[in-house]
């Protein structure tokens, strides 16, 4: 402290006294530190192009029955300190009638009364995998018209990162002369969010399980899962899946995993976890991606049961004797907005249950009918 400030100091303190029975000050000290800058973050994603496909904006032409064409699109994270979650979504789909060919007039009058039809889009079927992994199936019976301004969360971007994305459009088997020459035209939009910013309006869920900032989207409610994320470099998990995956019955050194008993109590124990799942406006199909382990003792240790709002709507019976990945489709017509799925575990307890847990459950999503 120099002889100015100890000055001041004391003049201070003296006018303190005097001033008694007024306002008291207090001692302080600010320290100034300059040129401070606060600078807002880049999201930034770029697309191009991928492998032997057709150039963007994808044009098909000569479209006809069961015949099959791809489009694949590598997905950029161009900046390069910032992860991104990347959606997609298709949009602006508008058909034509492009001119009545011959076969195509000769249908309509096989089939009088039949007013001229456009809709080519309900008979384009669409499926999707991102670096490698279904998002939608072949056999999910989506099509252009009831996919339209769904959002599709495709996965996690990190900076510098590319994810590969492989559509494929196919024209259903059974689609008759009506569509010749008829055209459909689409938008396809990907968007980048910061990680934690709200899902897009009209989502299509998914949730990682295991990835905890995945799991927290939606400010969806998660009880009794293992604490747990497998499979951390412990056992191979059937290949891991995507490598965040939690038990739905944990085994006995989890200590922070809720174990449940029926309602009302029943002879045993039954496990089951719960998470809140968004159906949006009417997706009608859930998906679980979960593990099918080895046999053991009754040969059903992977069994469960589906419940949304306590109502069970499906079973699932164990399939395999080898730690296999399965994706199971289960019905939920007539369910909308965000609605609590319980997984029950059905079968009973396997050998290595205290250090393994059981039922391993890799990801649900929710699609349209």
Known sequence: MNKNIAISLLVISAIAVVGVGGTISYFSDTEANVGNVIAAG????????????????????????????????????????????????????ET?????????????????GQAPKNDIDTVIEYDMTVNGEVVID???????????????YLG???????????????????????AQSDKVTFDMEFLAQQIGAPAPTNNLDFVNIGDPINEAGK???????????????????????????RTVSAGDDDTYKTTYQSEPPATNDVDF?????????????????????????AGNDDAFKVYVNDVAIATYLDQYSTETWVTSKFDTTGYTGIQTVKIELLGGHWSGYATWGQLGISWMKTLPL
Not at 225 to 241: E, F, H, I, R, Y
């Open 42 to 93: 880049i999201v930034d994603i770029s697309i191009a192009p991928g492998g032997d496909t057709v150039s963007l904006p994808a044009k098909i032409t000569d479209m006809k029955p069961c015949k099959t064409e791809y489009v694949t699109i590598n997905v950029t994270n161009e900046e390069n300190s910032n992860p991104v979650d990347v959606w997609k979504h298709i949009d602006n789909v």
């Open 96 to 112: 034509e009638e492009n001119g009545i060919t011959e076969p195509e007039q000769k249908w309509y009058d096989a089939n009088p």
């Open 138 to 152: 072949v056999n999910d019976g989506i099509t252009l018209d009831n996919i339209e301004s769904y959002y599709i």
């Open 156 to 178: 996690r971007l990190e900076p510098c990162e590319t994810m590969e994305v492989i559509q494929s459009y196919h024209m259903k088997g059974d689609t008759e002369n009506w």
């Open 219 to 245: 400010d969806r409610m998660m009880a009794g899962w293992s604490n747990t994320v497998w499979p951390g470099g412990a056992g191979t998990w059937g290949g891991g899946d995507d490598g965040t995956i």
């Open 273 to 297: 976890a719960t998470i809140d799942v968004d159906f949006g406006a009417g997706s009608n199909w859930l998906y679980i991606r979960h593990l099918d382990g080895q046999a053991d003792g």
